[in-house]
């Protein structure tokens, strides 16, 4: 499968791609037919399933190891590291499974890449979306060069696999975390096409390198992908990058913004598990042949790297587990967890292997457009790629999820978390949050309508009723329990709509009853009355409507439901003991 294969591959064992030059790419039967090929010619390989899709359709998985160590128990006795690929969680981009389809057949079969397994255990997943890889055409993806037929990018529900890491609502992401929680992989590799302007390069990558990840795992991920694979790829005869996503695909010379991948991504998830996640984005205009190929160099030089040094990484990710149970053991109110992340107006200069291209008005859309060209030209552009931290929070040592709210507590479970139930109503001072100027999105995003909001802290004491949990954060996943239960952090659960019915008023007061009110509460509240007639002078749109003076009454009255607009998540600071 390299630029110049050698030996040949045995007719019986070429890939569908291959045996097409590159014209097609299996379905999912055929893709199951071979993978099970290869788990019946080789000891090295073993095939199941690990869930279920939306359609019902079976999640593939191949095992790849040496030695028998095809548990997770096993392959920790054996000191090796666990790799996980996966491809096709936009199931049009297949790159990546006829990528790992050739390599696991020059592993087990060939035996050209055998050294590959000598230290590690490779989970791949040929294809993750698999309802979305039989909804097939040649008009799925307008922008991509190959294959000729090429399955859709969501699931059969529309939703987006690669939006869904965190708030867990299909039952292929709920599948995909209960294969991570019981694996624990050492490394993860994710492979794309990507989309934007007209370039040189076949392949691109990229990982996240902001304050929230790992020291550690951050160093590892500089010094054997970005220092050894990255070179080696290029070497074998590819053109790579640093993933590109152009400020303005018209003139390229705006410069590069570096991508910021929160944790709805699967590459932005990762590194909240302490985990190094890599990104292949292959570019969608270079013909199907060389981005198969770009794909496949790219995961062997990082699986030959952790073969080589697999001592290296596992001291990374256990260092990174390690500081984190042990940060979460206790309280500090200065210490700051970094949440979300934005780019810095630096930049540095990037040498860009682009193509010639030219800008002109269209007499159909009135706006400017671009072509590109073939002859290759060298630019040197601004590339943004310092990030600031956005949002920080003080971390708990618990959280606390009462009962009811049984769809929050099932995501938490989903994602692996150290929780435990309490068996009796518990009284207890908490801290927690009221949002404040709640807004609303004008639409769906993956089928959630998504607030904006600020969060106040409040201090009060809440009894919280049997069968609540509570979320410790001295785990190794710690840094997922903040991103799901800091309202703040990006892809929270609030930000996620679960908790959208608690922005709803449910009480309302006829305005006659609320003008009877309102003059009984103004003759015995002086500042009452000094406030209402300061904001009439002051907010004319107040002014303007007679619902809202009215409301105005009702919200400081007894009667006004204190609990709108309050999480009902409380975030305890002082240690507990509780017997789950």
């Known amino acids: 499968m390299s630029q110049n294969q050698n030996p040949p591959v045995p007719a019986e064992w070429l890939t569908d791609a291959e045996k097409t030059d590159y014209r097609e790419t299996p379905s999912y039967a055929e893709t199951i037919a071979y993978s099970k090929r290869l788990d019946q010619a080789s000891p090295l390989i073993k095939f199941q399933m690990f869930g279920t899709s939306g359609e019902g359709r079976g999640l593939p998985l191949l095992i790849a190891t040496e030695g028998e160590t095809f548990t997770p128990e096993a392959a920790r006795r054996a000191g090796k590291a666990v790799v996980l690929v996966q491809a096709c969680i936009h199931a049009g981009e297949s790159d990546g499974k006829d990528a790992g389809l050739a390599l ?10 055998a050294s590959l397994l000598k230290n590690l255990v490779l989970l791949f997943i040929p294809i993750y979306n698999t309802d979305g890889h039989e909804r097939v055409s040649p008009y799925n993806r307008i922008n991509q060069n190959g294959p000729a037929e090429m399955g859709w990018r969501t699931t059969s529900t529309y939703q987006n696999l690669n939006r869904d890491y965190m708030k867990a609502d299909t039952p292929e992401t709920r599948s995909w975390l209960s294969l991570w929680n019981r694996w624990k992989p050492d490394l993860f590799v994710d492979c794309h096409v990507t989309d934007g302007a007209d370039y040189q390069y076949n392949i691109t990558y990229q990982h996240e390198h902001h304050a929230g990840v790992a020291e550690s795992v951050l160093a590892w991920e500089n010094k054997v992908i970005d220092e050894r694979v990255a070179p080696a790829t290029e070497a074998a005869g590819n053109s790579i990058s640093w993933y590109l ?29 302490n985990r190094p996640g890599i990104l292949i984005e292959t570019h969608m205009l270079k013909p199907y042949r060389p981005r198969v190929i770009g794909t496949y160099d790219f995961l062997r030089f990082t699986l030959a790297e952790v073969s080589r040094d697999p001592k290296s990484l596992l001291a990374a990710v256990r260092e990174a587990d390690e500081k984190t149970v042990a940060a979460g053991r206790g309280y500090d109110p200065a210490r700051r967890v970094p949440l979300d992340f934005e780019l810095t107006d630096k930049a540095t200069p990037y040498k860009l292997r682009a193509l010639e291209y030219h800008t002109a008005v269209s007499d159909l859309s009135g706006a400017p457009y671009v072509t590109f060209g073939t002859k290759p030209v060298e630019l040197t552009v601004p590339m943004f790629n310092e990030f600031r931290i956005k949002t920080v929070v003080a971390p708990p040592l618990y959280y606390i999820v009462p009962v009811q709210w049984k769809d929050v507590i099932g995501v938490l479970r989903s994602h692996g978390l150290v929780m435990q139930t309490i068996k009796e109503p518990l009284a207890i001072d908490i801290e927690s949050y009221r949002f404040l100027e709640v807004k609303w999105a004008n639409g769906p995003f993956e089928g959630r309508l998504m607030p904006s909001f600020k969060a106040e802290v409040v201090r009060e004491r809440r009894t919280f009723p049997a069968g609540s949990v509570i979320v410790p954060l001295a785990q190794e996943s710690a840094k997922v329990v903040l991103n799901l239960l800091e309202p703040e952090a990006p892809d929270s659960l609030v930000h996620w709509g679960f908790f959208n019915a608690t922005f709803e008023q449910k009480e309302y007061a006829e305005n006659y009853v609320l003008e009877k009110l309102a003059r009984e509460m103004l003759a015995s509240d002086s500042r009452l009355r000094e406030e209402f007639e300061k904001k009439l002078a002051t907010d004319a749109a107040f002014a303007s409507n007679p619902r809202a003076r009215l409301q105005f009454f009702y919200q400081r009255s007894p009667y006004w439901d204190k609990q709108m607009n309050l999480y009902p998540v409380g975030r305890i600071v002082t240690p507990l003991a509780v017997q789950s």
């Open 245 to 273: 996503e152009f400020i303005d695909n018209r003139d390229l010379t705006k410069g590069i913004r570096d991508f910021n991948g929160s944790p709805r991504f699967s590459t932005g998830y990762t590194p909240i598990r």
């Open 104 to 113: 696991l057949r020059d592993i087990a079969v060939t035996k050209t890449q």
